[in-house]
């Protein structure tokens, strides 16, 4: 059974920084194009930023130069790094393996496996 279990998530001052890891297990997902999107209350899951099975990198354009997606292989575990962080950033931080073809790497619908969500909450 696939289990994407996501953790490091809390709260921090804006200005802060916080790492996210989700760590896979039931298969492995070091070739594979992984994702994080997240939720704010009362808006759509968005797309934040992938890793592809190549290892290129794609973010929203709200990220970019402030959070940074790896990924460990040995430990089938992928990271966001969350730098800067603002107010806006608030929200349930998920992530997503097992990416189908025919799908934008943004469509939350091309993604299979996904984690419960961590919490991540930026305060004044």
């Known amino acids: 059974q696939v289990q994407l279990v996501e953790s490091g998530g809390g709260l921090v001052q804006a200005g802060g920084s916080l790492r996210l890891s989700c760590a896979a297990s039931?298969?492995?997902?070091?070739?594979?194009?992984m994702a994080w999107f997240r939720q704010a209350p009362g808006k759509e899951r968005e797309f934040v930023g992938t890793i592809t099975r190549n290892d290129i990198r794609w973010y929203r354009d709200s990220v970019k130069g402030r959070f940074t997606i790896s990924r460990d292989s040995a430990k089938n575990t992928v990271y966001l790094q969350m730098n800067s962080l603002k107010l806006e950033d608030t929200a349930v931080y998920y992530c997503a393996a097992d990416f189908a073809s025919g799908y934008s790497l943004e469509d939350a619908n091309g993604y299979m496996y996904w984690g419960q969500g961590t919490q991540v909450t930026v305060s004044s």
């Open positions: 039931g298969r492995t997902f070091s070739r594979s194009t």
